[in-house]
């Protein structure tokens, strides 16, 4: 099947032709950084508006570049959650647009399932189950993908998401949004044994994380203006790195799941890669991470989500609701919000 995907759940508005077979017929991906950039963060109105310019443009595009009309696609997939709640809506009604116009079904696409299923795009080795990492902007999550629509969370962060540390701490460092990239390259050229951080929940009973402290103590270094920045960036990402292979650790003994993977921005670092990649070894797990321009987002991991859906029977109805917060684990999510 050959699946047109939309992705406009934050500050990215992308189009992609994706096939069943893992082909990727066209994408494009267009960002919003210098519009954002003097805010320092993404302000949802301008993100939104944003999308209403540049997403229909991206879908002619796209459609001309593989040769065809939308009434040659088998199905729109369109991300309908979760995320900033105006440029969600902007894409799903572009998406509900175009299914209603060509007579395809719709396959209202959970941004997060389009993380959780990106390495199996690039990995046709990949199959169920396996354990999930899934570090991006809004989330850090611990999570067993048993199948499509299947998911079981094992952790999760009690506070910030493990995107948002790099970019709270690059903020700190006076680097541009998005800070991880920037926090990264910085990083390269420091030591990252220079600056005692914290290392929050290492050690804990349960595979959860937690950044906000690390945050702060990297606000402490930082007011103390003693140290370099390369090495502030250099040990804020070294104990990034810690938590995330000390709690993956846990959960891997807490899942007989024959690979560990890794997805979501905060994937595409480097250190991150490799240390988890070690971790797998170590474990004597088989390990995926899909190549950096599938971490961060896109919509080629939509349209492929869409086509793991629309194989599976799964479209949805022209009134699939638009969603800010909408958790792979309802169940998982429901027990933290009652408090444990
Ligand atoms: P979510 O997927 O949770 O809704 P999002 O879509 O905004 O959030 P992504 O696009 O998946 O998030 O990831 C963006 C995040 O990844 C940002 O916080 C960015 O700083 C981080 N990131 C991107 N590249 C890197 C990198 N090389 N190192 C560390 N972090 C990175
Ligand atoms: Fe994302």
Redesign the pocket.
């Given at each position: 099947a050959l699946i047109l995907g939309l992705e406009s759940?934050?500050?990215?508005s992308a189009v992609a032709l994706v096939t069943s077979d893992r082909r990727i017929v066209a994408q494009r991906v267009v960002g919003q950084n210098s519009a954002h950039a003097p805010f320092g963060g993404?302000v949802p109105e301008i993100a939104a508006r944003a999308h209403v310019d540049v997403l229909p443009g991206l879908v002619a595009e796209v459609l001309e570049e593989a040769g065809i009309t939308v009434g040659e696609v088998d199905a729109i997939a369109a991300t309908a959650g979760?995320?900033l709640i105006g440029g969600v809506m902007v894409g799903l009604l572009t998406g509900k647009g175009l299914a209603l116009a060509s007579g395809k079904p719709l396959l209202a696409i959970n941004?997060?399932e389009g993380?959780a299923l990106s390495p199996r795009l690039v990995d046709p080795a990949l199959g169920f189950p396996y354990l999930l990492l899934l570090?991006?902007?809004?989330?850090c999550q611990l999570l067993e993908v048993r199948g499509v629509g299947d998911y079981r969370r094992l952790g999760t962060t009690i506070d910030d998401?493990?995107?948002?540390a790099?970019?709270k701490a690059?903020k700190l460092l006076g680097l541009p949004y998005?800070?991880?990239?920037a926090?990264?390259e910085l990083a390269a050229g420091g030591d990252p044994k220079a600056v005692p951080l914290p290392r929050p929940l290492i050690g804990s009973a349960e595979p959860h994380f937690s950044f906000a402290g690390l945050k702060s103590a990297v606000q402490r270094a930082v007011a103390a203006g003693i140290h370099r920045p390369e090495d502030v960036a250099a040990s804020f990402q070294q104990a990034v790195v810690d938590c995330m292979v000390d709690r993956t650790r846990l959960a891997l003994r807490m899942s007989d799941a024959p690979a560990l993977v890794v997805a979501?921005?905060?994937a595409?670092?480097?250190a991150?890669r490799s240390a988890l990649a070690s971790l797998a070894e170590g474990e004597g797990r088989a390990f995926s991470v899909p190549p950096?321009w599938l971490?961060?987002?896109n919509a080629a991991m939509i349209a492929w989500a869409g086509a793991e859906r629309f194989s599976s029977g799964l479209v949805d109805g022209l009134d699939a609701p638009a969603r800010a917060r909408w958790p792979l684990d309802p169940l998982a999510e429901a027990v933290r919000g009652a408090g444990v």
């Open positions: 759940s934050c500050d990215d993404v979760p995320g941004h997060l993380h570090a991006s902007g809004g989330h998401a493990a995107g948002e790099f970019d690059a998005p800070g991880g990239p926090m990264e979501g921005g905060v595409a670092n480097g991150i950096g971490c961060t987002d």
